[in-house]
């Protein structure tokens, strides 16, 4: 290899996390609204939650510290799914201020390892959002976001694209504990944006032995009330 | 987030590649096998190519250049697939010495990004092989490794096991340029790390348009000369 002499260089090194959820109509992502250091300085004031690695924590540590802390969930589904380590990641001065002023340390570069993350929305995760600066938004109504969040976001909706068609029981993690089969096409075709035929989804995800309906059906509805089914985790093969 | 004053730390970060060839026979990897600094020392002295990322790269941008500099391959296929960032990576002072003296600086922990590429062993590839420390070793024959190079390695034959049964135009970057079915058997075989039935592999794999057969025959052979089969890549359907 080159010589490597004097090149004395160390970006700093995050990770940041793509959690995303549906609240049985909407898929939406957790996003960090606010940072309550020097609230007083104008910043791009979103951005994926997330922080810089620490001393002693492995990725996938740090990744999993920082979902269950926010989003209530124990053993939230994730996994790493890429680096960025573009030197235009801090290009935008308001960003690198807002986490120099959070982390009292002099910012350059910073390599951000990312991590896709998908949970239920459930009371328990809401209720711990509300002492937590985050918030749910619709994927479809994401704001311009601080570093290349907006970016790391975007990557992340093609792999769970992506996911949807080669592990589709990942996507039943996002689903409440009992879902109509209209709940279930609607989050599939947020994933996969484009619409689905209603008789070839019911018929293609109905045949999964881990799907399994009930005997629920929907009460109080004006439409004809529908069929709840429930995900059997352990019935999926592995 | 929690408070994150205080937290000065910063991990060095590099990026390492796990370059994958097929010489026809065997399935190898390309190791770095010396480093020319400090050659008195002791150490592991077998690893992955790689070096730490410098100040103006971005990380695909690195990784291009290890393996392009390297292997004499322009553009050869490579994505990143993973990163690792375990406290213990450094956890053996023979590795932690090798890079201070190869550095010039002081080493505590590394975060690296992993990279796969496959690639055809060629003659060009082989001469510029012989004026850098790297070698092709046969999977099957990887020698203890510096750092978590082992660990690495076994993750990128994992992802190239499933990219071979996904995408398996892929797998076809590395065969040379005409090849028998023979060859691409035994390849696949050695990749997925099982036998596969000679005639369904043949079926399911020549029926790909990607797959053309040559008007070519092997010459010099003892048994039935077989026929050559090129891979067209832009036949491939993206």
Redesign the interface.
């Known amino acids: ?2 010589n ?10 995050s990770v940041d996390c793509v959690v995303l959820g549906y609240d049985g109509q909407q898929l939406k992502v957790l996003l ?1 609204t606010k ?1 309550d250091e020097a609230p007083e300085l104008e910043y791009n004031n979103v951005k994926l ?1 997330g ?9 996938d540590e740090a990744a999993n510290n920082i979902v269950s ?1 926010l989003a209530g969930a124990r053993h939230p589904y994730m996994h ?1 799914f ?6 235009n990641r801090t290009a935008n001065p308001k960003d690198v201020l807002w986490l120099e002023n ?4 002099k910012i350059g ?1 910073i ?1 951000t ?1 990312a991590y896709l993350s998908l949970i239920r929305i459930t009371n328990r995760t809401k209720s711990a959002f509300n002492d ?2 985050v918030e749910w938004f619709p994927v479809s109504e994401i704001p311009q976001l601080a570093f290349d969040h907006n970016e790391i976001i975007d990557a992340a909706l093609r792999e769970v694209q992506r996911l949807s068609q ?1 592990r589709p029981q990942l996507v039943f993690e996002m689903l409440p504990p009992r879902f109509t089969a209209l709940q279930m096409r609607h989050l599939f075709e947020q994933i996969q944006r484009r619409e689905l035929d209603a008789r070839n989804f019911a018929k293609l995800v109905l045949s999964k032995p881990w799907i399994v309906p009930l005997d629920e059906w929907e009460t109080g509805v004006s439409h004809r009330s529908a069929r709840y089914y429930k995900f059997q985790a352990n019935k999926v093969k592995k």
């Not at 890429?82 to 030197?87: I, L």
């Not at 959070?102 to 340390?105: E, G, M, S, V, Y």
Request: proline residues 10%; glycine residues 4%.
């Open positions: 290899m080159d490597l002499k004097g090149l004395n260089f160390d970006p700093h090194v960090a940072s939650p922080r810089l690695l620490r001393v002693n924590e492995d990725l802390q790493q890429r680096a960025f380590g573009s030197p959070a982390t009292k340390q570069r390599v390892i937590s600066p080669m």
